[in-house]
């Protein structure tokens, strides 16, 4: 049982998308946010990362699976990528668990409680020409394929002005709508074992599809502000073109009902996400996606 209140002050408050903006993300698939962390809270989140490259751990995973995204030294200056960074820092976990983000993202969603579902400290570095720190086109929901969900979002959390430049998150335009061709089960593979050209081809063979065109919108987020969008849209981004390092979280939410589920794919494999390495299980033997170590609640009404 979790002993938080979650409340919002009045001035917080004034920061919930408004009914139009709720509907905005309903049709566009993302929102650009009003500024929900202060720029304290945004300059510890910095530093904490530094802290966290450094070797600092408030707590370890307990293992580290094949598939874990888990940057060390030793990989050198490519785009960097930890999981579950709200588990091993403290001093981060505790601002993204903010009532205020899991308001808006319940807002969005529609739903009535938000808990972590993963979180993602992501460095890429100023290097022009650096191939790791191109993301391919995907959509989130494809690597989720293990949970009931269907309202899953993301709130994309730079630690600075981010824009173009820097390879923001580029987000496709409506595309949370579009209906996917074929049941083609290799999408479950995350884009870092894919190539670019393979995901912009899937890309647009699935705009066509749709009668669709690509609209790509490089989002442009002031320091505090976050970018949220839905778990079926496409998103990706570019080179950082600037002379320092672009600092992010991606924090996943998941809606209060989300639940584990058996999913197989054609060759009768089934797909496994990490977290079945590490939560606990459910009276039914299943992993629990609502296990308060791994999936903390962050908001309910
Ligand atoms: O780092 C990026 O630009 C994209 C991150 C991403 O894929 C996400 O937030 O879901
Ligand atoms: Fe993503």
Same mark, same amino acid.
């Given at each position: 049982?979790?002993?938080?209140?979650?409340?919002?002050?009045?001035?917080?408050?004034?920061?919930?998308?408004?009914?139009?903006?709720?509907?905005?993300?309903?049709?566009?698939?993302?929102?650009?946010?009003?500024?929900?962390?202060?720029?304290?809270?945004?300059?510890?989140?910095?530093?904490?990362?530094?802290?966290?490259?450094?070797?600092?751990?408030? *707590?370890?995973?307990?293992?580290?699976? #094949? !598939? %874990?995204? /888990?940057?060390? $030294?030793?990989?050198?200056?490519?785009?960097?990528?930890?999981?579950?960074?709200?588990?091993?820092?403290?001093?981060?976990?505790?601002?993204?668990?903010?009532?205020?983000?899991?308001?808006?993202?319940?807002?969005?969603?529609?739903? *009535?409680?938000?808990?972590?579902?993963? #979180? !993602? %400290?992501? /460095?890429?570095? $100023?290097?022009?020409?650096?191939?790791?720190?191109?993301?391919?086109?995907?959509?989130?929901?494809?690597?989720?394929?293990?949970?009931?969900?269907?309202?899953?979002?993301?709130?994309?959390?730079?630690?600075?002005?981010?824009?173009?430049?820097?390879?923001?998150?580029?987000?496709?335009?409506?595309?949370?709508?579009?209906?996917?061709?074929?049941?083609?089960?290799?999408?479950?593979?995350?884009?870092?074992?894919?190539?670019?050209?393979?995901?912009?081809?899937?890309?647009?063979?699935?705009?066509?599809?749709?009668?669709?065109?690509?609209?790509?919108?490089?989002?442009?987020?002031?320091?505090?502000?976050?970018?949220?969008?839905?778990?079926?849209?496409?998103?990706?981004?570019?080179?950082?073109?600037?002379?320092?390092?672009?600092?992010?979280?991606?924090?996943?939410?998941?809606?209060?009902?989300?639940?584990?589920?058996?999913?197989?794919?054609?060759?009768?494999?089934?797909?496994?996400?990490?977290?079945?390495?590490?939560?606990?299980?459910?009276?039914?033997?299943?992993?629990?996606?609502?296990?308060?170590?791994?999936?903390?609640?962050?908001?309910?009404?």
């Amino acid at each position: 049982m979790q002993t938080t209140e979650f409340v919002l002050t009045d001035g917080e408050r004034a920061l919930l998308p408004s009914d139009e903006d709720v509907a905005g993300y309903a049709r566009h698939g993302w929102y650009l946010s009003k500024k929900l962390l202060t720029d304290d809270e945004v300059d510890t989140l910095l530093a904490a990362s530094e802290r966290f490259y450094a070797g600092q751990r408030g *707590r370890r995973l307990p293992k580290r699976p #094949s !598939t %874990l995204a /888990y940057w060390e $030294p030793e990989n050198g200056p490519v785009q960097r990528h930890n999981d579950y960074i709200h588990y091993e820092s403290d001093e981060i976990g505790a601002i993204l668990r903010k009532p205020l983000i899991g308001a808006v993202a319940a807002r969005l969603a529609g739903a *009535r409680e938000i808990r972590i579902f993963q #979180s !993602t %400290l992501i /460095y890429k570095p $100023p290097r022009l020409d650096e191939p790791t720190n191109l993301v391919p086109w995907h959509f989130d929901k494809h690597y989720w394929q293990s949970s009931t969900s269907q309202k899953m979002l993301t709130a994309f959390i730079p630690f600075h002005d981010c824009g173009e430049e820097m390879g923001t998150i580029t987000m496709v335009d409506g595309s949370n709508t579009w209906q996917e061709i074929g049941g083609d089960d290799s999408t479950t593979r995350h884009f870092a074992h894919r190539g670019w050209a393979e995901l912009e081809e899937l890309l647009k063979q699935n705009a066509a599809f749709n009668n669709a065109e690509i609209v790509k919108l490089p989002m442009t987020i002031p320091k505090g502000h976050m970018s949220f969008h839905h778990c079926r849209t496409y998103h990706g981004s570019g080179a950082n073109r600037a002379d320092r390092p672009r600092r992010a979280i991606s924090l996943h939410l998941q809606d209060g009902d989300n639940r584990y589920r058996r999913f197989t794919r054609s060759d009768g494999s089934v797909v496994a996400y990490n977290h079945d390495h590490f939560v606990r299980r459910t009276a039914t033997g299943e992993p629990d996606y609502a296990d308060p170590e791994f999936c903390p609640t962050i908001w309910h009404a």
